[in-house]
């Protein structure tokens, strides 16, 4: 297994608070902004597990020793932009493994992240106001380093260490953190067509064919993946129309090739 060694410092001004259990980072990251606790952005915890780790569409992310359970406050941008901070965050992830090890990485929308075709990485952003009323972004990001053990898993799940790498949660969330820092940077400066350009350089080719279950629907919707459009939905081509897709889940397929990273 190759390694990597811990000599990663913070971003300026970022903070790193390490817990040993947590019901979960992202409820404990907005307990604290809610109870008026010292925050600013770059505040980040993490914790070694979780007794109550949530995914998206309302799943359990099941938490044991030996991963990446992190939550990243970021100040929020109006609101019809929010959105555009969970693709930042996968780029910057696929920034950050990249950097760890040469691996076959892509996205899937909205947010995770496939190692070799299965997913490795999870991204939950949520809203919370302080009591001045200012909003923040909780990124909550979960990386398996270490196998998991899911009984019922909705998909296919994978570790670095499945495919012969060993990195510390420490050291991955202090790569992520630079990362993150830049990639916000960039965001802001140039707004999200460069983070667009960067997640469709590892997501679904244009005009892959694609499915997608809406949240809650029994059905789903089969057509020609179109792009991000500049609030990060979906395009999708299907029956002769452009749809756009706002929230759902593409379904897993057989595993794609891998493409090369980010640009
Ligand atoms: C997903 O369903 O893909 C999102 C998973 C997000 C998991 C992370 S782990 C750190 C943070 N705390 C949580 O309870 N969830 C997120």
Redo the contacts with the bound molecule.
Sequence with gaps: MSSVPTIYDLPDGWRLATFHTLD????EMKRFVVDGRDHAEGLIMRSDE?TA????LG?T?V?PRGNV???FLIAAPEAAIAPQIGFVAVVSVIDALGQIAELPLRCKWPN?VLLNGKKVC???PELVSDAAGQQWLVL???INLQPVNVAEAAYPVTSLADHGVAASADTVVRILAQDLAHRLRQWREEGFATISKAWMAAGPALDEVIAVRMPGAADTRRGRFRGLDEQGALVLEADGQTHRIFAGEVLFQSPPEARAGVA
Excluded: K, P, V
């Excluded at 979960?24 to 409820?27: D, F, L, P, R, V």
């Design positions: 979960g980072t992202n409820a979780q780790g949530r995914g998206r799943r992310w938490s359970y992190a939550s995770d999870g991204i939950l909550g990001i979960g």
